[in-house]
């Protein structure tokens, strides 16, 4: 389609992508299963190779079902260029090693999805990387931690599980004004919620495992840009290193994003309403999530997101032991890490994921014991809510 970036994003979303096949008219996109691709000449091969000649030569450096969906983000996130990759960690580790080397300085939000900040402490540290982790969601935390050598900034907002939010805007105004890069990791809002580039950021990150796939069955991730030297900076990076998507995989992404804006809104109206339900549950304590007006940053939320998204934290009554009655009386909502599915998946940390983790290290990470962690999904609200208010009285 001619001008897809003057449509609506629901067009976009439809739309979005061209469709390599030239042939046949087919309707959806052909999966080019294959991992190399022919020459008629040498000649012909020496301009692929020099960039002469667009054509593909590999399916490694590209392949053309990914270069649809890779548009298709592109144009979603209001970027100009996208990268494919296996996993939202080959994402993450790609510009790690890309902007940081030996002697520079990073800084990333402390409560970040897990191995985002793992890959950084046990491996990027072997190569001397100087590293901090801080609470993002209050600024004054980034301007006293930047340095001269600060080459990268690395956000997740909201962020995982404490929902705190971190001022897009504000990053990106000290990043810039140090000569670093500011990367947003936006897996929990999708590019139909919050769009980074609007607000100075430089690479927007995507866990597709997650809403834009939507499904429960892919793992992939992306990285979109706006700015053609770090695209290329990345992109010879990624090449190399390997972790690029599979074109089957991409195709069945893209797949999923054809019904991104569908899903999420949906799982955002439920959202809001199961929020509102936790908050006035005499069983639960407290509730995070970035639509309550309770939510301490409220206000941010408006100002950056185009929606609150279907995420929420609560605290139970109980401690560790209410935060397993839930687990072990949900009936609806199925007891699985992961996020953003059509499906509504329920998990808490002190008992699950970070039951090894020592208390300070908890406490600090904003992990308390009865907190239960919700990805709310598309089924009838009303379900939700009954299912987790049976789970509560047994409390
Ligand atoms: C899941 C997730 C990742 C990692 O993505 P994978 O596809 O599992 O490698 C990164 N960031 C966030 C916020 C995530 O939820």
Redesign the pocket.
């Known amino acids: 389609m001619k001008n897809i970036k003057s449509k609506k994003l629901d067009t976009q979303v439809a739309h979005a992508g061209t469709n390599p096949d030239k042939t046949y008219g087919s309707v959806a996109p052909p999966i080019y299963q294959t991992s190399t691709f022919k020459f008629d000449s040498a000649e012909e091969g020496a301009k692929r190779f020099s960039g002469e000649d667009p054509g593909y030569i590999y399916t490694r450096l590209g392949n053309p079902t990914t270069a649809t969906l890779q548009e298709a983000v592109a144009t979603l996130e209001k970027g100009t260029d996208a990268l494919a990759t296996s996993?939202?960690?080959?994402a993450?580790s790609t510009i790690y090693m890309t902007f940081l080397e030996v002697g520079a300085h990073f800084i990333c939000s402390e409560a970040?999805?897990g191995?985002?900040r793992v890959v950084m402490e046990k491996e990027f540290s072997r190569f001397g990387v100087e590293f901090d982790f801080v609470d993002t969601s209050n600024i004054k935390n980034v301007k006293n931690t930047i340095k001269p050598n600060t080459k990268l900034i690395f956000i997740?907002t909201p962020a995982?599980p404490t929902i705190k939010l971190t001022d897009i805007k504000a990053c990106a105004d000290i990043a810039h004004s140090n000569g670093a890069v500011l990367a947003v990791?936006n897996?929990?809002m999708s590019p139909i919620l919050q769009n980074p580039f609007d607000f100075g950021a430089d690479i927007v990150?995507h866990?597709?495992?997650?809403s834009i796939n939507g499904h429960s069955d892919v793992?992939?991730?992306i990285l979109v840009f706006n700015n053609q030297k770090l695209l290329m900076r990345t992109r010879n990076v990624l090449l190399n290193l390997g972790g690029t998507i599979d074109p089957h995989q991409a195709w069945l992404v893209l797949r999923g994003l054809r019904t991104l804006s569908l899903r999420v809104l949906k799982a955002q109206e439920n959202a809001q309403i199961i929020a509102e339900f936790l908050e006035n549950h005499s069983k639960v304590e407290w509730v995070r999530y970035p639509g309550l007006p309770s939510h301490p940053q409220y206000e941010l939320a408006k100002k950056q997101m185009h929606g609150f998204g279907s995420m929420i934290s609560f605290e139970v009554q109980g401690g560790v032991d209410g935060g397993r009655t839930i687990m072990n009386n949900v009936e609806l909502a199925t007891l699985a890490v992961?996020?953003g599915g059509y499906e509504t998946l329920i998990q808490h940390p002190a008992s699950m994921t970070h039951s090894a983790m020592n208390k300070q290290d908890k406490i600090d990470a904003g992990i308390t014991d009865g907190l239960v962690r919700i990805s709310i999904g598309c089924e009838d609200v009303q379900d939700i809510q009954d299912d987790l208010d049976n789970c509560l009285r047994k409390i």
């Open positions: 996993s939202g960690m080959a993450v970040v999805y191995p985002s997740e995982n990791d897996t929990f990150m866990s597709m495992t997650k793992v992939s991730g992961s996020l």
